[in-house]
T-cell receptor, first 114, second 112 residues
Framework: EPEVTQTPSHQVTQMGQEVILRCVPI?????FYWYRQILGQKVEFLVS????????KSEIFDDQFSVERPDGSNFTLKIRSTKLEDSAMYFC????????????FGPGTRLTVL | QQQVKQSPQSLIVQKGGISIINCAYE??????FPWYQQFPGKGPALLIA?????SEKKEGRFTISFNKSAKQFSLHIMDSQPGDSATYFC???????????FGTGTRLQVFP
């Protein structure tokens, strides 16, 4: 069964460093998302991406964040200068269509900022 | 307005019992209400979803009940099994967006 994959599973970084989280969405999916979940809290939407453009972003997704689809398979989330409060589990998701189609989530990358 | 409130935070049920998780929302523009199931070390996976034009949707042992006037919806797991032990999230989204607004999650433990 096709699945969304994410690497690395755990990333530890120093405050102020740049990190890139990687995702490989399901191959025929066209819509891509990043969500995050701070430990013990709810899953929060960060950004949606379609046709090489951001479709929607939340207030969390400030100038420190960027997304990119550098090739036909990868979808990345970059955090330019990490803060302690960026420590969270980051989930990538993809869907075949827009309009509330099922979003398939990856297993997540746990980001720890020291 | 954008929140989805979920309760309880945790739930312990005996095998064979009924598990009930409740969610409430404020934004009447929400028109899609999925439930996600998450096992440890995995991402959330869609379990079942409902739109407000129906009051109930059943898939196997899982049923969503939807009360549009009360702005509430709930997940019922019949004949709960130890394999159902997971965290359950309700979510909502509105027309014109794919952004899911998640509830805070319910950790369900089903004991044999």
């Amino acid at each position: 069964e096709p699945e969304v994959t994410q690497t690395p599973s755990h990333q530890v970084t120093q405050m102020g460093q740049e990190v890139i989280l990687r995702c490989v969405p399901i191959s025929n999916h066209l819509y891509f998302y990043w969500y995050r979940q701070i430990l013990g809290q709810k899953v929060e939407f960060l950004v949606s991406f379609y046709n090489n453009e951001i479709s929607e972003k939340s207030e969390i997704f400030d100038d420190q964040f960027s997304v990119e689809r550098p090739d036909g398979s990868n979808f990345t989330l970059k955090i330019r200068s990490t803060k302690l409060e960026d420590s969270a589990m980051y989930f990538c998701a993809s869907s075949e269509a827009a309009g509330q189609a099922e979003q398939f989530f990856g297993p997540g990358t746990r980001l720890t900022v020291l | 307005q954008q929140q989805v409130k979920q309760s309880p935070q945790s739930l312990i049920v005996q095998k064979g019992g009924i598990s009930i998780i409740n969610c409430a929302y404020e934004n009447t523009a929400f028109d899609y209400f999925p439930w996600y199931q998450q096992f440890p070390g995995k991402g959330p996976a869609l379990l079942i979803a409902i739109r407000p034009d129906v009051s109930e949707k059943k898939e196997g042992r899982f049923t969503i009940s939807f009360n549009k006037s009360a702005k509430q919806f709930s997940l019922h797991i019949m004949d709960s099994q130890p394999g159902d032990s997971a965290t359950y999230f309700c979510a909502a989204s509105r027309v014109g967006t794919d952004k899911l607004i998640f509830g805070t999650g319910t950790r369900l433990q089903v004991f044999p």
